[in-house]
């Protein structure tokens, strides 16, 4: 199973950007979905997740400018950021639970994806 992320890049202050986290391999469900981001010198963080079903969970931090979304069809994940600030400035990594096809429930990590707010 891999999670692989795109969509970042180099953005001006009040500009958007939309994550794209594509899950592939043997997969038979995927529970938790979320995105998490690391700035240097600082731990990693929850921004967003969809811990099940349609429910979604926001950092106070980014509440009211993104949007995490998914395709289930996809095994995609989104997160659709607005209104971007120079503390968004991190990598951002998907996460997801996922029941395997030999029925183990893991946790993987994408590689990651910059998202870097400067003028």
């Known amino acids: 199973v891999q999670l692989v992320e795109s969509g970042g890049g180099l953005v001006q202050p009040g500009g958007s950007l939309r994550l794209s986290c594509v899950a592939s391999?043997?997969?038979?469900?995927?529970?938790?979905m979320g995105w998490f981001r690391q700035a240097p010198g600082k731990e990693r963080e929850l921004v967003a997740s969809m811990p099940n079903g349609d429910t979604t969970n926001y950092a106070d931090s980014v509440k009211g400018r993104f949007t995490i979304s998914r395709d289930n069809a996809k095994d995609t994940l989104y997160l659709q950021m607005n209104s971007l600030k120079p503390d968004d400035t991190a990598i951002y990594y998907c996460n997801a639970d996922i029941e395997t096809g030999d029925g183990r429930l893991i946790s993987y990590w994408g590689q990651g994806t910059q998202v870097t707010v400067s003028s």
């Open positions: 391999g043997r997969i038979f469900s995927i529970n938790f």
